[in-house]
């Protein structure tokens, strides 16, 4: 089992920023993928940001430019730096990583643009 915290949500203005960690820790050999997903009120879970074990990280159009992802694989983390905050970047924040033929998801942590 692979469990995964996260931390880093929270309230601020429209342009500001935050910094998104995820922390894996159990049975971990390999993780592969790592990347965050959002879920805002009413809408369908979106892929936000995804990063693979060795190669380009790839995002969604809305975000480019913005926001980017990055993993320390010493650490078992990856994060998700956001910067020019929009109201609509509001939703829950997910966290996924890809071990084995597994994926694991974190808790979620809510972020809100809003002045």
């Known amino acids: 089992q692979v469990q995964l915290v996260e931390s880093g949500g929270g309230l601020v203005q429209p342009g500001g920023s935050l910094r998104l960690s995820c922390a894996a820790s159990?049975?971990?050999?390999?993780?592969?993928?790592m990347g965050w997903y959002r879920q805002a009120p009413g809408k369908e879970r979106e892929l936000v940001a995804r990063?693979?074990?060795?190669?380009?990280?790839n995002y969604a159009d809305s975000v480019k430019g913005r926001f980017t992802i990055s993993r320390d694989n010493a650490k078992n983390t990856v994060y998700l730096q956001m910067n020019s905050l929009e109201s609509e970047d509001s939703a829950v924040y997910y966290c996924?990583?890809?071990?084995?033929?597994?994926?694991?998801w974190g808790q979620g942590t809510q972020v809100t643009v809003s002045s």
């Open positions: 990063i693979p074990s060795g190669g380009s990280a």
């Open positions: 159990g049975s971990i050999f390999t993780l592969n993928a």
């Open positions: 996924f990583v890809v071990a084995g033929f597994r994926t694991y």
